[in-house]
């Protein structure tokens, strides 16, 4: 199965589960905790800055909340930046098939290396897949971070749970609305 099929059908199975805060309060709430989320990962990790202070941008999703038995999906809201400021909301869909069991909670950090990949994400839809190389935040985990074949790196804040995953994963990034 293609990694695009893959991704379809996960999209369509973890559908709703994220989607754009639809009243102001909640993107207000949304906006403060990825800009929480971002202080802590610093806080965690200052050699995070460097990383975010040379993209174009970053994608911010606060809470994805990940879970599966053979085939596992997640989801998650999240706030997109660029020049360090909000510019839109984004939503996460993410599916995974493999040996896994149970279920995880986590921060997730995407941050762009170009502009060319930034407006592509605010363009629409993004399959980040298995083409981006992920970090578990730590100290000095930045200076492991890599950009992968799209010019992306990931950043990942455990919140929560416990989950066995040896599984093939891909990822989708949706802009959903705008500032």
């Not at 993209?55 to 930046?81: D, H, K, R, T």
């Not at 592509?120 to 578990?136: F, L, Q, R, Y």
Request: a neutral charge; hydrophobic letters at 45%; glycine letters at 14%.
């Amino acid at each position: 199965m293609t990694t695009g099929k893959f991704l379809l059908i996960g999209s369509m199975l973890v559908a709703g589960c994220a989607t754009a805060p639809r009243s102001r309060s909640a993107r207000v709430e949304l906006q403060d905790r990825a800009a929480g989320t971002v202080e802590a990962i610093l806080e965690k990790d200052p050699s995070v800055q460097p990383l975010l202070d040379n993209s174009a941008g970053y994608i911010v999703f606060p809470e994805v909340a990940e879970g599966g038995f053979i085939v596992g999906g997640g989801g998650a809201q999240g706030v997109i930046y660029q020049g360090g400021q909000p510019i839109a909301f984004a939503q996460l869909s993410r599916i995974s098939f493999g040996a896994e069991v149970g279920g995880q909670k986590y921060a997730e950090l995407i941050v762009v290396r170009d502009q060319f990949m930034l407006d592509k994400i605010k363009s629409g839809s993004v399959n980040i897949g298995g083409e981006a190389s992920a970090v578990i935040i730590h100290a000095g985990a930045a200076t492991e971070a890599r950009w992968g074949e799209n010019g992306v790196a990931v950043v990942v804040d455990p919140l929560g749970g416990a989950m066995l995953n040896l599984s093939v994963a891909g990822q989708q990034i949706k802009t959903t609305r705008r500032m």
